[in-house]
């Protein structure tokens, strides 16, 4: 079934993995996962991120965490690209320095549009997670290489993007793959824990003061929290520390939209959208250039303060005024 993907590895001494910008759960736990998996082959391996500066804290209890953009090479003989749906998402020097300079390329994804910008893709929107996706190819290709440290980084990616299993996108295939990883020894508890329930001092404040101010619109419908710079500044957090608080509006029954709008500069937001009761979260972010999931999905919006603001609840009431 991946026959492609297999002969280039085998093909393959030396590899440059690479994960999207601002990279979640799914990102590094596939991009370090492959690492292993990789190295345990006797190839030579690095990761590319474009800003390290943009790992989560939380996602250090990876194995290998602390080997991301740590290369002592500039040429590959093979790159694999994952969890991203364009080239751009590698970011101006991961994809346009090093990516572009692999004599071969290889896209593993699960998102439902973007390009093929790799001669070998692999693309199956089906799936909850790239994780997921890897898995399969490990066990295909080989998989006395699979060892618990590889199954953690998978498994990590899995639970991230399918919300600890609970997700819709959590398929028969899904469980069965989160099934077969816990055989190597994952430690399930600890990894949901981090990953899910964990949190400083300062994220519960820079919650507590989001929260507070959630604007509710479209008769319950749509939901819409703001995170300014200047509740990160009175709290010490920065807008890494935002992931999984827009979970928070989304749950509450009756909302179908939710947006959460992360201040960037004096021109720039980044907004996260999550959706359910059957609102497609990407078809709604497509209207900003952005895309993603049915489910969870993101766009940045160019204008500033309380433009930005009005003009993404202005669409999100006239999207939803159409379901």
């Given at each position: 079934m991946y026959e492609r993907v297999s002969s280039a590895?085998?093909?393959?001494?030396?590899?440059?993995v690479f994960m999207h910008v601002r990279p979640d759960g799914d990102s590094v736990g596939s991009a370090l996962a492959t690492k292993?998996?990789?190295?345990?082959?006797?190839?030579?391996?690095?990761?590319?991120?474009?800003?390290?500066?943009?790992?989560?804290?939380?996602?250090?209890i990876l194995p290998g965490f602390d080997s991301i953009g740590i290369s002592n090479r500039k040429k590959y003989d093979l790159g694999i690209a994952l969890d991203t749906a364009t080239a751009s998402r590698l970011g101006a020097a991961s994809s346009g320095v090093y990516f572009s300079k692999c004599a071969e390329h290889i896209l593993i994804d699960h998102h439902a549009v973007g390009e093929n910008f790799a001669a070998i893709t692999v693309k199956e929107?089906?799936?909850?997670?790239?994780?997921?996706?890897?898995?399969?190819?490990?066990a295909e290709h080989d998989r006395s290489a699979i060892d618990r440290d590889v199954a953690t980084c998978l498994y990590a990616g899995l639970i991230t993007d399918s919300g600890a299993l609970t997700f819709s996108n959590t398929s028969e295939e899904t469980l069965r793959v989160a099934l077969e990883l816990s055989r190597y020894g994952v430690d399930r508890y600890t990894l949901v824990q981090k990953l899910f329930k964990?949190?400083?001092?300062?994220?519960?404040?820079?919650?507590?003061?989001?929260l507070s101010r959630a604007d509710f619109f479209a008769d319950g419908r749509g939901g819409m929290i703001v995170f300014r710079k200047s509740d990160f500044a009175a709290t010490g957090t920065t807008d890494l520390d935002t992931e999984g608080i827009i979970n928070n509006i989304i749950d509450i029954d009756g909302v179908s939209l939710a947006i959460a709008a992360s201040e960037k500069d004096s021109n720039c937001f980044q907004v996260s959208v999550r959706a359910k009761d059957g609102v497609n979260a990407a078809a709604f972010t497509e209207l900003?250039?952005?895309?993603?999931?049915?489910?969870?999905?993101?766009c940045r919006?160019?204008?500033?303060?309380?433009?930005?603001?009005?003009?993404?609840?202005?669409?999100a009431e006239r999207f939803l005024s159409e379901k």
């Open positions: 590895i085998h093909a393959a001494d030396t590899v440059a292993k998996y990789l190295e345990n082959l006797s190839k030579e391996v690095d990761v590319y991120v474009e800003n390290r500066d943009e790992l989560r804290k939380n996602l250090a929107a089906g799936a909850a997670s790239t994780t997921q996706i890897l898995y399969k190819i490990f964990a949190q400083s001092k300062q994220v519960f404040d820079l919650k507590l003061r989001v900003f250039g952005g895309g993603g999931h049915v489910c969870a999905a993101g919006i160019f204008k500033g303060g309380d433009e930005a603001i009005a003009e993404l609840k202005s669409a």
